[in-house]
């Protein structure tokens, strides 16, 4: 399903080169949920960045179904993420100027021709799902962080992604919430085979996982 060969990310700063990645090799299965743990600045976002199409690889390649992400062309690969990809970043990111159901319906309306009413009946079960159905007319800025947060997962659920690629994406939310998103990963990771990559500093979720990634300065550690 997804398969790294050398990943390694070097990013040039004033102070000189920052070797973040340091050449991964990793395979992830279809299906599986791969936990990705490390310290701080260890390069696990870096490393999920370019597993997602997001930040070029200094060498090396990544390959989701088959397809060598960066080698296709930029517009191929904005279709393959908006097609296959579904993403949580560490720092949630809702267009300001867009209702919640707006932010969550807009990738299936970038996408493949949905028609709009169906993208935004699929929004509303959404979020209907994550409990926050009675904010689809509110701002961003008008609902809390926890919100927020359920809002961005709703919205890289819309498409039916083969891949979930998620940065601590529980982390400023209670226990129980937390543990409401998980079963709902679950249940898509069981009903539909989705692949989850999550970064997670919390070692409870990542027993749940198939498969625990450590990364340590930059490089796999056992
Ligand atoms: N855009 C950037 N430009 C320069 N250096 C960067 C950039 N992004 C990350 N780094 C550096 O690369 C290293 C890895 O950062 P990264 O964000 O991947 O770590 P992380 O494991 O996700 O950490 P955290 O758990 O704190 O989120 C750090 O030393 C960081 O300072
Ligand atoms: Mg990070």
Known sequence: MLACADVAKTYATER??????????LTIDRGNFAAIIGRSGSGKSSLLAMV???????????????TDIWRLSDNQLAQFRNRHMGFVFQFASLL????????V??????????????????????LNQFGIGGYADAFPAEISAGEQRRAVIARALI???????????????????????MDHFHAINRSRG????????????????DQVVHIAEGRLAA
């Not at 997602?52 to 088959?66: A, E, K, M």
């Not at 989705?194 to 996982?209: F, K």
Request: proline share 7%; no cysteine; glycine share 6%.
């Open 96 to 103: 300001p100027t867009l209702r919640i159901i707006d932010n």
């Open 105 to 126: 319906a807009l990738p299936a309306l970038l996408g493949r021709a949905r028609v709009p009413a169906d993208a935004y009946e699929a929004a509303t079960q959404l």
């Open 159 to 181: 498409n039916n992604p083969v891949i979930l690629l998620a940065d601590e994406p529980t982390s400023d939310l209670d226990e129980e919430t937390e543990r409401e998103i």
């Open 16 to 25: 000189g080169p920052v070797e973040a990645v340091k050449g991964v090799d």
């Open 52 to 66: 997602g199409g997001l930040s070029r690889p200094s060498r090396g390649s990544v390959s989701i179904d088959n």
């Open 194 to 209: 989705m692949t989850l990559v999550m970064v997670t500093h919390n070692l409870s979720l990542a027993e749940q996982a």
